[in-house]
C-alpha cells in the first residue's frame, strides 16, 4: 500500500486482528487512522503503521 486508500466500512488486518476502517482523523498527529475490532473498541493508527503492516481481507482471501 504505497498510497493508503481506505475504504470506510471495509474489514481489515492488522498483526491478526481483524479491525474494520471508520474515518481518517482530520488532524497532524500520529494516530491519524481510526479503525474498530469486533469488540467495539477504538483503534487509532499512525499511517506508517497502516502502510506497513494494514492488509485488506480480501487479498489474504486471493492468496
Known amino acids: 500500500m504505497s498510497n493508503v486508500v481506505l475504504t470506510k466500512g471495509r474489514l481489515y488486518m492488522f498483526r491478526g486482528v ?10 497532524a498527529m500520529q494516530a491519524r487512522y481510526v479503525f ?4 467495539g473498541k477504538r483503534r487509532e493508527l499512525g499511517g506508517q503503521i497502516v502502510r506497513r503492516e494494514v492488509r485488506e481481507i480480501r487479498e489474504l482471501a486471493k492468496n
Open 36 to 39: 474498530t475490532d469486533s469488540l
Open 18 to 27: 481483524q479491525l474494520r476502517y471508520s474515518h481518517q482523523r482530520q488532524c
